[in-house]
């Protein structure tokens, strides 16, 4: 081989290496880029997985405070519309328990609690007491009865009350008595189960 021939070898041969050499070095790069390009993505995703549940979990919790505010809101206006019909309705026995007194029935009602409260004494000495407002009926009760009631001096609507003092106790059927008993107990159940 000539010295030209050689150096031609040389030369196609140093050429061929380093071509080969620099596709191998851009394969590795390539690999490396790729690598690094998923790396990139796969914590660009992650990132976006968390900050898109963090969003959602500050949403679900704008979420519910706003709807715990609103079922507050309705809460207290129920309850306040709940109270404004129990005191309608309360505004209203009252009335017809007051109409009530004005009818042939509201005698006899009295006589029958009168000896209720007598047979409940079984002989114990008692006072009973009647309204002031039905005063009128105390002579007519005590015919009926054989007591004369006593008038109170404190105003309850109507009914009775009856003291055993001996036993200390009080046998209350006044109206106002009753009436704040059914108001203590009265439990408002609306909504089309109870229509």
Known sequence: MTTEEKLQHFYDYSMESAQNEAKSMLDE???ALNKIFKEHQENI????????????????????KALSAEQLV???TLSKKTNEIKEQ????VQQKLMD???????MPYLCRKMKEAWDFAAGDEMVIYIDP????LAEKLGEETGVVPTISKEI???GMRA???SKNILIDNSFTSLLREEKEQFNFDGGMVHE
Do not use: M, W
């Open 74 to 76: 309705i809460k207290r």
């Open 163 to 165: 003291v055993i003092s």
């Open 100 to 106: 009530f007194k004005n009818t042939p029935e509201y």
């Open 89 to 92: 309705l309360f505004t209203e």
């Open 45 to 64: 995703n992650q990132q976006a997985e968390i900050r898109l549940h963090d969003e959602t979990n500050a949403a679900r919790r704008e979420f519910n």
């Open 133 to 136: 407002s039905d005063s009128h």
């Open 29 to 31: 790069y390539s690999i």
């Open 156 to 158: 309850f609507l109507g």
